[in-house]
Structures are given as C-alpha cells and as structure tokens.
C-alpha cells in the first residue's frame, strides 16, 4: 500500500470540506442534488480512511499540530548561514564582523553588562540609539544650524544655558544632538521634576543623562567636570503663546548663576531660533490641565484638530548659536550668596541671549525658509 | 581595658552576624546580645541576655554589665514575627526610646552606634539624584522610614543632651546577601518580577558583610555624626534584572498595588508604599563622606553585591543569554573558520569568499 504514506492534500476529488471526513459538505451535497435518503446513509466502512492517523503503516510518525510550525525543524546553523547572508546582502562583506558586534552588544544590553553613572546616564544607548534617532531630525526636518561651537569649552565644567521654547521640549533634545555631533560631548541637561513624575519619559531622560534641576545636582555634574543644559525659563518659557515667541521670559530665581559660581565654571549663553514655530501655541485649557497636573495642554493649529498627526511638528529652519563664554572663577568666595551679584549676572546672561536671538531671526530670515 | 559592647536586636542574622563579627575583635573584651527571642544560630562568644528594650529593664542590664558601647540594631524594616505594623512601630520607637532614656542614665555608656537606613531620605521624582547627609529629608508618610525617621530624631536629641557620648549613624543602603530577608531581597527573589511602567529607578546595594563592616569599623572608630553608607555605583532596576536573570512584567502602579497585597498574602513577598516609592523613583546616596571622613570603603561595589546575591538563586529567565551566546559563538566559529582563506589570499580583496550568492544576483 504505497499511498498510505501521502498526507493527502484537500479532498481528493470527493465532494466535501477537506477536513478528514467522508461525508460531503452540504453545499456539495445541494450541489448534487442526491436523494434525501442518501444524507442518513453511514459513511462506508471499509477501507482505512488515508487521513487517519492510525492508518499509516510504516515509516513515518503520525502528524500532529505541534510538528506543523513554519519555524520548527530550521536547525540554528541555518538560521545563521540566513542571518550572515541577509546581513552581507545588506552591509556588504565587513557585515560578519558587524553582525558579531551586534549581537555581542545585544547580549551585553539583555544581559544587563552595561554602565550607568550615578544620575542614571547610560552613555551607549544614548550615543548609540538617542542622538542616533534624533539626528536625522535635526539635519533634516530643522535643518539645524550650529554656530559659534568653539565657545564650548572641549572639557572640564561648562553651564550652557538656553532659550526654551517650543510647546514641547524638542529644543532640549536638539542641543543634546548638536552639542554631541558637534562638540564632541554629551550634554547633562537639566529637567523639571515633571520629567521624572511620568512614565516612560522619565526613564528615558534618566538614561539619557537629564537630571533633575536642582542646585545639588547641577553642582555635582559641574564638580564632576559635566557640560550641563539648563533651560531657566521652564514651563514659562515652553509653554508661551506664539504671540510672545522669543521673548524670554523670568530667568527663574538665577540658581543656575549660583551653581556656575560655586563651582567656578564658564556660562556659555545659547540662543536657539526655530524652536518657536514647531508647535505654535495659539490655546490653552488651563483647567484642564490642572486637572491633569500639568503646566498647560497646548492648543495648535493642527494638534487636537488633527489627532496624533497634529503631533508632527512643523519643519521650521533651525540656528543655534552657542555665545562667548561667561567667566565666573573670578568671583571671590561668597559671590553665590550674593544676591545682587546673582541677579546682575542672570540679567546678564538672559540679555546676551536675548540680543542673539534678534540678529539670529534678521539672518535667518522666513520661519521655513 | 577592652570594650564592653551591647548588641540589640541579636535574634535577627544581621545582628548575629555582627555581634560574633565584633566578639572576634582583640579590642573588645565582652559581647552582650539583648532581645526578646534567643537568636536561631550558633551565637559563639557572645553572652545573650533575653530582654526587651521597651522596657526599663534594660538600663539594669547595662549598668550590671558596665557597657560603654551600645549598638542598635533593632529598627526593622519588616512586621515579620514580631506581629503587625503596631508591633513593628512600637518596637522601633519605643523600643529606641527606652534604650537611649537608659543610656542617657548609665554613666559607663560612651559610645553608641545607630544602624539608621536611607529609606529615611525616601524617593520621589522632586529628589536630588545623590543625597548627602545634609539633606534634610521630607517627613516620611508611614512605615519603615517613618520609623526610621523618628529614630533618628530621637537619636539627634539623644546626642544633644549627652553631647560626651560619641554618637554614630550609619544610613545603610538596602542590604543584599545570600540568606538576608528584607522588603527588597524578598521583592528580587519572586520568580516573575513586576516593575513599575515606564518607570527604570536607580538602586544602590549594600552587602551584608559590608554591613557588619561597617558597624565594627563604626564601633571602633572615633568619628561621630551621620553617613551614607553603600556599595560604589549604582545600577537601574531594569538592569539588576537582566543581571540576576529574572523575568519581568512591567504593571501601572495601581495594578502593582493589587500584585502587592496578593504576593503578601501568600507570603511570598510584601511592596509597601514606600518599596513602591523606591522602585518608581529610585534613590541614590552619596558615600563620599563615609569614604574620606569615617574611613570605611565597602569591599562590594552595587554591581558585586547583587551577582553575590544573584549567584544564591535559580536564574528563571536565561533564555536570552544562552540563545544570544550560542549564536555568538557559533558565528565567532565560523569567523574562525572563514577567516584563514581571507588572510591566505593576501592583501587582495578578491580573495574573500562569499558563502553564497543568490541566483539572478540583484545585489545591488
């Protein structure tokens, strides 16, 4: 019985569903047009049913779901001669050696094998898969320009201070990229603790190397020799109406000045220009945004009207400008205690920036331009 | 004359530990273990003396002995025998309370070490990522480190009107040993462990013999004040995870609070608000005064002291290792083995041989 070994493959020319049953379906049976009689009619005894597991004489183990998985049976071996080919098709001959660092890396990472520094900054990921992420965005969508880099210092503590504007703190992210390709450096950003009370952000930001701002922290990262964002502006800066864009707001209590005085570090003044016009914020529900603990929930002309669609921020042309270094090492001692002196150089530093920001916006020239 | 040195809380394996660990010591003539159970293990040298430090028996027991150094270890963290949260809160404050009243009162006493915890700085997202010392600590809303807070102000008060007697408080980090139980060793043994969504908090370690170090190094100093102590660095919960090779299952808070009362119900473990707190927002200490002003280094880093922790334990979840190390090496065979007619073919590119090329060839 040659035929027992064939699983067969549908019904075999017989009417019916293909599901191992010798009774035709009833559409087939309709379709027929048998007598009424012939649907009482017991399937025919003999002869072993070929779909029956028990059926099948020698050879081969019968069937079972378990077995039918595509994936199952492939041994490992090929599975990788499938990789490495599929990687050398994609990355060329070098694609071995890449694939193995890969996959070490991938291992490293599942593995926890990996460093984070005592802020929680995780400077592979960051490097690798952040500013990874992020620089296709500023070189293409912003078409960030970086001007004046030379003035951050190359290392050792620096305090770089910013605008903030944009609804949504896409400047924050944009500096970290441009300071990084740039400058070389990873920038420690300082956050509000809003950051770190949502999920997910607040993971990400930790990794990322923001912390929260507050004057321990940013003398720690400055004492450690750190280039430290800090954005004094906050939720007041961000979360403005279109109407005001670069106008600089309050520049905080100036604890950032008193940070930089402490620790004897450079401010470096940064003016950024485009940021404004990503999420121009014509509205805001400020009950419900108390509701929901938030500082606002914005209103632009695309975002709740459009949906998540609304979230795409507009590709306005971006300038960055980092401006001569502010020294603070000159001060003697108690200088951060001094408010006057405190207050003197924040309205310094905010009035430098602010000047930038114009000639910044002459030069640019049209938002989208 | 050697020291006479008073342990409290000796039924519990930390103070156990610790106390054998100090009778050891040439400096020290006597030990003396006082609670209200007899320790489990074998106690060696040490002279136990069944007491209750929430009464004023105590005093008796340190003026006979004529100690001059007590050692508190008897802030716990877990209700665990001892009964309820009631029982657990009167033994901490109270039970401090009359320990330092009879302190005060005994004149031999000069020195007395407080194992204090850094649950007390507790963690939320408007905290600093390192504390110091100087940081002056939000009130606590319940539990251990409100406890632990209140046994600290007593403790400050203590130091005040007895400002002769070396006062020592040594925070430690979240102890991590084989065989230690606590809140946290608990929460890192359960088979599958639920972490907070979207949340990755830092984690500082201590090792239990770094703890016992501590201490006796604290006993046998001079130095007075508070200090930080814990393992160097820090590693994200995530990560302390991935390392110890345990599945994890990532809940909103709310449902983490529901797992909480289900896993204390059979036992297995117990997330109180403020483990909650910690593993949302995670906690870091800065040691830099414990290294430089107390002297004490802890002989394990973080990272060290959960693999030691880690090496007690059954990974169930090394599935991801072993997959990525197979084909690792399998890869890495392969490379060896392909690499040779690469090199043999000298400097010419053309030498490399291409495993495979797919008919009709589109590369490109």
């Given at each position: 019985m040659g035929d027992a070994d064939i699983i067969p493959i549908g019904t075999r020319g017989r009417p019916g569903r293909g599901s191992g049953g010798n009774r035709p379906s009833a559409p087939a049976r309709d379709l027929a047009?048998?007598?009424?009689g012939a649907r009482r009619t017991p399937p025919p005894a003999a002869g072993p049913r070929p779909a029956e597991p028990g059926a099948s004489a020698v050879g081969r183990p019968p069937t079972t779901t378990a077995e039918r998985g595509p994936l199952d049976g492939v041994p490992v071996g090929d599975w990788l001669s499938a990789f490495q080919q599929a990687a050398v098709e994609l990355f060329g001959d070098d694609a071995e050696a890449q694939l193995a660092r890969f996959l070490a890396f991938l291992r490293r990472r599942l593995t926890g094998d990996y460093v984070v520094d005592e802020f929680g900054f995780d400077a592979e990921i960051t490097q690798r898969f952040f500013i990874a992420a992020l620089r296709p965005i500023a070189q293409r969508w912003f078409r960030l320009e970086v001007r004046g880099i030379e003035n951050v210092p190359v290392e050792g503590g620096a305090l770089v201070v910013s605008n903030h504007s944009g609804t949504v703190p896409v400047d924050g992210l944009m500096t970290m990229v441009a300071v990084h390709d740039h400058a070389g450096r990873s920038l420690r950003p300082l956050g509000a603790d809003l950051v770190f009370r949502l999920p997910v952000v607040s993971a990400l930001a930790r990794k990322s190397g923001t912390t929260l701002a507050c004057n321990d922290d940013a003398e720690r990262l400055l004492r450690n020799g750190e280039l430290v964002g800090v954005w004094p502006e906050g939720f007041k800066g961000i979360g403005k109406p279109f109407s005001e864009r670069y106008k600089l707001q309050r520049f905080g209590r100036g604890g950032f000045v008193s940070a930089a005085l402490r620790t004897g570090v450079p401010i470096v003044p940064l003016s950024v220009v485009g940021?404004?016009?990503?999420?121009?914020?014509?509205?805001?529900l400020p009950s419900l945004a108390r509701l929901l603990g938030m500082p606002y929930i914005p209103i632009t002309p695309t975002f709740p009207l459009l949906?998540?669609?609304?979230?795409?921020?507009?590709p306005s042309k971006w300038v960055m400008e980092f401006g001569e270094p502010i020294r603070t090492d000159e001060y003697d001692e108690g200088a951060a205690d001094d408010p006057m002196l405190v207050f003197n150089l924040t309205d310094q530093v905010r009035e430098t920036i602010q000047q930038s920001l114009y000639r910044l916006l002459v030069d640019r020239g049209g938002a989208f331009g | 004359m050697g020291k006479v040195v008073l342990v409290t809380g000796v039924s519990r394996d930390l103070g156990r530990r610790f106390a054998r660990a100090i009778a050891?010591?040439?400096?020290?003539?006597r030990v003396i273990g006082v609670d209200v159970v007899p320790p489990r293990g074998d106690i060696g040298p040490i002279s136990f003396v069944r007491a209750d430090i929430r009464t004023p028996v105590i005093a008796k027991v340190m003026a006979r002995e004529d100690v001059d150094t007590v050692v508190h270890m008897s802030v716990i963290a877990t209700p665990g025998a001892t009964g309820g949260r009631n029982a657990m809160k009167e033994l901490n404050v109270i039970g401090t309370m009359q320990l330092l009243a009879a302190c005060q009162k005994v004149e031999s006493v000069e020195h007395v070490v407080v194992k204090s915890t850094t649950a007390v700085y507790g963690a939320t997202?408007?905290?600093?990522?390192m504390f110091t010392e100087a940081f002056e600590p939000r009130v606590a809303r319940g539990g251990y480190a409100k406890d632990a807070q209140e046994v600290e102000g007593y403790v400050r008060g203590f130091a005040r009107r007895r400002p002769n007697v070396r006062v020592l408080m040594l925070r430690m980090a979240n102890v991590l040993g084989p065989g230690v139980q606590s809140p946290m060793t608990s929460y890192l043994r359960l088979p599958v462990v639920p972490t907070v969504l979207g949340f990755d908090p830092r984690l500082q370690f201590l090792h239990a013999d770094d703890l016992v170090a501590a201490l006796r190094h604290g006993v046998l100093s001079d130095v007075a004040g508070t200090f930080n102590v814990a393992g160097d660095g820090v590693l994200t919960l995530r990560q302390a995870l991935r390392r110890m090779q345990r599945p994890t299952v990532a809940l909103p808070p709310a449902a983490l609070t529901g797992i909480g009362q289900l896993v204390r119900r059979v036992r297995l473990a117990e997330l109180s608000p403020e483990l909650l707190a910690l593993l949302t927002y995670g906690r870091g200490v800065d040691t830099s005064r414990c290294r430089d002003e107390l002297g004490f280094r802890p002989d394990f880093t973080t990272a060290e002291a959960l693999a030691d922790f880690a090496a007690d334990l059954a990974p169930t979840f090394a599935a991801p290792d072993l997959v990525l190390g197979s084909l690792e090496d399998r890869l890495r065979s392969r490379a060896a083995v392909a690499a040779p007619p690469a090199e043999a073919g000298?400097?010419?590119?053309?030498?490399?041989?291409?495993?495979f090329v797919p008919p009709g060839g589109s590369r490109g």
């Open positions: 047009g048998g007598r009424a940021a404004e016009e990503i999420y121009p914020l014509v509205g805001n949906g998540p669609l609304g979230l795409v921020p507009l | 050891d010591d040439p400096a020290v003539d997202s408007r905290d600093p990522a000298s400097a010419t590119d053309t030498g490399v041989v291409r495993p």
